[in-house]
C-alpha cells in the first residue's frame, strides 16, 4: 500500500533527498529482513517528544473540564505510533555521522522520497510521512499562516513537531498507528521486541546507493560488501565526499 496522504501532514517534493545513517547491525537487520525498523515514540530520547507547546496546553486547558482524559490520551498514544526517522538533506552530514555511528562500523543510505513511497507500494501497512516543523516551545503554538495553516489537528500533530533545538536535525518521519495497542492491555509485552516493529519494505527500489564512513577500514568495508552480496544485492557503493583527498 502506498503512503497515505493527510492533510495534517508537511508534505515534500518527490525528489527530495533523504539519509539514513544505521550502525552495522541496523545495516545487517534491514539488507536480511528487508524492512524498516518503526520505534515506538515513547521509547526516543527526547522528552518533549509527542508532547503540547505552552500555548497549546494553557488553551486546552482553559476550554476543558478539569481533569479531562486528553492529556493521558497524548502519553498513551505515543506508545501506539512507530517512527523511522530520515533526515532531509543534498549531502551527507558530518554532524550526522557522529551523532548516529560511534565508530566506522555502519553505513548512510540515501534515498529520495519517491523511491521511498515506491519502496512501500506492496506494504500492508498504512503509514503516513511528513517532514518535522520545529517551533519554539515557549513562544508558538501549531497553527501558522505560512507553516501550518492547519486550525485543527490530530493526535499525530505533535509527532511532527520538536522543538527548535533540534532544527539541525532537519527530520522526516514514516509514522505507523496501531491503534489496537491502545485497547490491549500489555501489547508491547507480548511483542518479538518491545521496542518497536519491522515492516516490509522493497529495499531495491528503497536504496539509491550506499555511503561508507569517512574512515572506513578495509576490514569493515569487507564486512559491508559481504552483507549485501551474500543477500544477493548488487547496490551502488560510495566512498564518503569526507574521506578525499584535500585540495591545495
Keep these: ?39 515506538r515514540a515513547d ?10 507547546p505552552k500555548i497549546e496546553q494553557e488553551y486546552r486547558d482553559k476550554n476543558l473540564p478539569a481533569n479531562h482524559p486528553l492529556s493521558k490520551f497524548h502519553k498513551n498514544w505515543k506508545k501506539a505510533v512507530c ?15 557522529r551523532i548516529y555511528l560511534k565508530s ?30 520545529y517551533i519554539n516551545y515557549e513562544t508558538q503554538g501549531w497553527y501558522d499562516k505560512e ?4 486550525k485543527y489537528y490530530n493526535m499525530s500533530v505533535p509527532l511532527i513537531h520538536k522543538k527548535i533545538e533540534f532544527k539541525e536535525e532537519r527530520e522526516f518521519r514514516l509514522l505507523y498507528k496501531n491503534k489496537d495497542i491502545l485497547t490491549q492491555q500489555n501489547y508491547w509485552d507480548n511483542q518479538a521486541n518491545p521496542k518497536g516493529l519491522f515492516i516490509k519494505i522493497n529495499i ?21 560488501k559481504d552483507i549485501i552480496y ?9 566512498n564518503s565526499g569526507l574521506s578525499n583527498d584535500p585540495y591545495y
Design 1 to 39: 500500500m502506498p503512503l497515505i496522504n493527510h492533510p495534517n501532514m508537511l508534505v515534500v517534493k518527490p525528489n527530495t533527498i533523504l539519509w539514513r545513517y544505521i550502525n552495522l547491525k541496523k545495516f545487517e537487520s534491514l539488507i536480511e529482513k528487508q524492512a524498516l525498523f518503526f520505534c
Design 147 to 150: 507553516e501550518y495553516p492547519h
Design 83 to 97: 517512527i523511522n526517522c530520515w533526515q532531509i538533506n543534498n549531502s551527507e552530514s558530518f554532524a550526522m555521522w
Design 204 to 224: 531495491t527500489k528503497l536504496i539509491e546507493r550506499i555511503y561508507l564512513p569517512p574512515t572506513i577500514d578495509g576490514k569493515t568495508r569487507n564486512i559491508i
Design 43 to 52: 521509547k526516543f530520547p527526547d522528552p518533549f517528544e509527542g508532547s503540547l
Design 104 to 133: 566506522n562500523e555502519g553505513v548512510a543510505i540515501q534515498t529520495n522520497f519517491n523511491k521511498i513511497h515506491e519502496a512501500l507500494q506492496n506494504t500492508k501497512e498504512n503509514i503516513l510521512s511528513s517532514k518535522i516543523r
Design 230 to 238: 551474500s543477500n544477493n544485492f548488487d547496490f551502488e557503493i560510495v
